[in-house]
C-alpha cells in the first residue's frame, strides 16, 4: 500500500481526518455521536445549576466539560471533512439511500428532528388551548370577581386578529415568507441552468439578486415581528377609505407578557363597569416559546443567506456547486411550512 | 426539476396558488364567520399548503429520490400522531395530572 496525497494510508484514513475522499472513503466518523454525548452532558448539567430558582455552581464545571466536549468533537468532525473541495458530492453506498447524496439526506433527517420539536410545541399549545378556559368565556359566564386574578387561556388572535392593522404585520410576514420560498427556488433553478447555456456573469447576477431577495424578506420578516412585539405603529388618517388616525399598539404595551397575572383586556368590562383580571402566564407562553423558536430558525436562515449571497456574489455558484443553494432551500421551505402552521393557530385563531 | 402544472412551471403556479390560499386565510379571519367555522377553513387550507410547499418547492414530488425522502420525511408521523393525539387532544389533567415520575423535580431535576 502506498501513502496518498494526504499522507497517511489510503485504505486506513486516519480518525482525526481528513477523510480520504480521493478514493472514495465511506463518510464515516463517531464524532456526530461524542458531540451527542457533550450535549447531554451540558444539558443535564445547566439543569441542575438551575434548580426550582436556586443556583448550584458546584455543577458549573462539568457544564464547560461538556461545552469543551462539543467543540472538540465538532472540531475534529470538521478537521474529517476540510479536504472536500465542494466538488465532489459523497453518496450514499448502503440501503435504503443508495446513491442519493448523504448531505440531502442528512439535511432530511436534520429537518424531521426540527418537526418534532414543533410537534412538541403544538401538542403542548393544544393540551393548554383546550384545557384552560378562554378568557372571553370565563367573562361571558360572570363566572369572576373583580380584583381576584382568573387563571384563563388568552390566546394572541384576540389582540393581533382584532383588526385588520393589527394583524397587518403576521399576514405580511406570511406573504414574505412565500415570495422567499419562491425566490430560493429561482436562485437554484439559474445555478442549475447547464454550462454555456447561459452567460455565466448573467447566471452571476440572477443568482445573488435572488438570494439577495430573499435575505431582504428574512429580514423583513423578523423587522415585523419586532414591530407586533414591542414597538407598535402609526396608521396615519386615509380620507378616501374613511380611516381615522390612529396607534396599533405592541403586544408589549397591551400587557401580553410571560410573567402577567394581572391581564386586563379593555374588552373585559360588564356593564357596572367592573373589570376582569386574568392570568395568562400559560398562553402567552406558548405564544411566544412557540413563534419565538419559529422566528429564531428565521434568524439561523439569515445568517446562512448572508453567506450564501456573498459567495453567489463572488461567482461561485455553477451546477456542479448548487447542492449548497438546494440543502439550504430545504431548510428555508421548513421554515416557511412550519409558518403556514404557526400563522393560522396562533395569529388568526 | 422540470415538471409542469397545467402546462405552466410547476415553481409558478405553486407560487400563486400558495398567494391564493394565504389570501382565503385572511379573509376568513376577516369575516364574521363562527369560530369553529374559522378553524375548520384556517385547518382545510392548511393542509393543501403543507402539501404544495413539500411537493414541489422541497422535490418531494416528480424527483428521482422523491420517494425515498418522502419515507424519510413521513418517518416522525407516528411519534407526531402520538404527541398530537394522545398529549395534545386527549389526555386528560394533562397539565397537572401527570405521573410523579415525569413531573419537574423527580431524580432531583
Not at chain 1, 384576540?158 to 385588520?164: N, P, Q, T
Not at chain 1, 396599533?248 to 404595551?253: A, D, Q, W
Not at chain 1, 436562515?301 to 448572508?306: A, P
Not at chain 1, 428555508?332 to 396562533?346: E, G, R, S
Amino acid at each position: 500500500m502506498s501513502d496518498d496525497y494526504y499522507g497517511h494510508d489510503e485504505d486506513h484514513p486516519s480518525p482525526w481526518g481528513p477523510h480520504d475522499w480521493d478514493h472514495g472513503a465511506p463518510h464515516n466518523s463517531w464524532f456526530p455521536v461524542i458531540m451527542a454525548i457533550g450535549i447531554g452532558i451540558f444539558l443535564l448539567m445547566f439543569a441542575r445549576v438551575f434548580s426550582f430558582g436556586e443556583y448550584d455552581f458546584s455543577y458549573l464545571p462539568m457544564v464547560f466539560v461538556g461545552l469543551a466536549v462539543v467543540a472538540a468533537a465538532m472540531i475534529v468532525w470538521w478537521r474529517q471533512d476540510m479536504s472536500f473541495d465542494g466538488t465532489y458530492e459523497p453518496r450514499s453506498s448502503g440501503a435504503p439511500f443508495k446513491s442519493i447524496q448523504i448531505r440531502k439526506v442528512g439535511t432530511w433527517v436534520f429537518l424531521m428532528s426540527e418537526m418534532m420539536i414543533f410537534t412538541a410545541l403544538f401538542s403542548t399549545y393544544m393540551r393548554y388551548r383546550f384545557g384552560i378556559p378562554r378568557c372571553d368565556t370565563v367573562f361571558e359566564s360572570g363566572d369572576w370577581v373583580e380584583g381576584t386574578a382568573v387563571t384563563c387561556f388568552e390566546p394572541a388572535s384576540h389582540l393581533i386578529a382584532s383588526s385588520w392593522w393589527h394583524i397587518a404585520p403576521g399576514a405580511t410576514n406570511t406573504f414574505a415568507l412565500i415570495i422567499s420560498s419562491f425566490t430560493i427556488v429561482q436562485a437554484l433553478r439559474w445555478a442549475h441552468k447547464p454550462e454555456g447555456s447561459v452567460d455565466e456573469e448573467v447566471r452571476r447576477k440572477r443568482i445573488y439578486r435572488y438570494l439577495g431577495a430573499t435575505w431582504c424578506l428574512a429580514a423583513l420578516f423578523l423587522t415585523l415581528k419586532m414591530i407586533e412585539w414591542f414597538i407598535g405603529f402609526h396608521v396615519p388618517e386615509i380620507g378616501f377609505l374613511g380611516l381615522q388616525e390612529h396607534e396599533i399598539p405592541s403586544l408589549y404595551s397591551e400587557g401580553y407578557l410571560i410573567n402577567n397575572d394581572h391581564y386586563q383586556h379593555h374588552d373585559y368590562i360588564d356593564e357596572t363597569g367592573a373589570h376582569m383580571m386574568a392570568n395568562i402566564r400559560v398562553s402567552a407562553t406558548m405564544f411566544y416559546v412557540t413563534t419565538g423558536t419559529h422566528g429564531f430558525h428565521v434568524l439561523g436562515g439569515l445568517v446562512g443567506l448572508t453567506y450564501l449571497t456573498y459567495k453567489a456574489w463572488t461567482g461561485a455558484y455553477t451546477p456542479q456547486s448548487a447542492v449548497s443553494i438546494e440543502y439550504f432551500g430545504l431548510y428555508w421551505h421548513f421554515v416557511d411550512l412550519i409558518w403556514v402552521l404557526v400563522f393560522p393557530f396562533f395569529y388568526l385563531y | 426539476m422540470s415538471n409542469t402544472i397545467f402546462g405552466k412551471d410547476a415553481y409558478w403556479m405553486n407560487f400563486f396558488g400558495l398567494m391564493i390560499l394565504t389570501a382565503i386565510e385572511v379573509g376568513a379571519v376577516g369575516s364574521d364567520l363562527s369560530r369553529d367555522t374559522t378553524l375548520t377553513v384556517l385547518s382545510v387550507v392548511a393542509v393543501p399548503k403543507l402539501l404544495m410547499i413539500a411537493a414541489i418547492f422541497m422535490h418531494l414530488w416528480g424527483s428521482e429520490d422523491s420517494r425515498i425522502l418522502t419515507l424519510t420525511a413521513l418517518f416522525p408521523a407516528f411519534f407526531i400522531i402520538v404527541m398530537v393525539l394522545f398529549i395534545g387532544l386527549t389526555h386528560p389533567d394533562g397539565a397537572t395530572g401527570l405521573p410523579a415520575w415525569c413531573r419537574p423535580g423527580t431524580y432531583g431535576l
